[in-house]
């Protein structure tokens, strides 16, 4: 690239939301910026936008304008699919944007919570894919009373009728009664994963919401609606999968 080509990195990194140009250009006057590997100095580099890998802190920023990320809480009886040829109420019914967007995995139909919805299909695929064993944790009514060491035996393991399964993270919630929401984490996606796993250990599920996707959290948004992701999200994002 030329001197005259590209756009000023100060400038991308500013429209990418990382702050206003000064700020960015601190960023850069720090040496805390890279593009395709290299640590950057000089105010003045410019880049493509649409190509460069550009990292913040070891964070990837991305810079292709027509990207998209977002959260999405989905509710119960809603299929997690973008389109549903039984007429069935879909993701597509809550996502009002323009842009085509891909399904981050999926979610039981009886199951709510967090999905991840985005245009970004390297990301996507990573997310998903088993070699990277990005963690879910969701939050499981179960009825009690619980014994101490469901958590252990959760952890070690239990054999289903496709193969071993088991927590990576497991505690008590809450507890009101018989009444137990029970906070459980995995790495992996299987179908009913979590259903059958609580199930073989004896206490299957009442309701089940999916709270976290790796970094990103469902926090407080609503089922049925949707927010896109920070900057600082997506850029979580792509770490937890070595991009």
């Known amino acids: 690239m030329s001197e005259n080509e590209g756009v000023r990195l100060q400038k991308v990194l500013a429209e990418a ?3 206003s140009r000064r700020h960015c250009e601190e960023l850069i006057g ?18 493509d936008p649409r190509s460069a890998v550009i990292h913040v802190d070891g964070k990837r920023v991305e810079t292709r304008a027509e990207m998209r990320y977002y959260a999405i809480n989905k509710p119960r009886g809603v299929v997690s699919t973008m389109s549903d040829e039984r007429g069935r109420k879909s993701l597509a019914d809550y996502v009002e944007v323009p842009e085509r967007l891909f399904h981050v995995g999926r979610l039981d139909t009886d199951t709510e919570g967090l999905i991840l919805l985005t245009n970004d299909g390297e990301l996507s695929h990573r997310l998903t894919h088993p070699s990277y064993g990005v963690a879910k944790t969701y939050l499981a009514e179960i009825h009690g009373p619980i014994p101490r060491d469901l958590g252990k035996r959760l952890r070690a393991g239990v054999t289903l009728d496709d193969g071993p399964a088991k927590a990576d993270r497991f505690r008590i919630f809450d507890q009101v009664g018989r009444r137990v929401l029970v906070e459980i984490t995995l790495h992996e996606g299987r179908k009913h994963i979590v259903r059958r796993l609580l199930k ?7 309701q089940l919401a999916r709270i976290e996707f790796g970094p990103i959290k469902l926090g407080s948004l609503k089922p049925g609606t949707m927010r896109a992701l920070t900057v600082h999200e997506i850029g979580d994002l792509y770490k937890a999968v070595g991009l």
């Open 17 to 19: 939301g990382i702050g």
């Open 200 to 206: 073989e250990v004896g206490f299957p599920v009442q």
């Open 30 to 47: 720090e040496g805390r910026v890279t593009v395709d590997g290299k640590r950057v100095f000089r105010f003045g580099e410019r880049v």
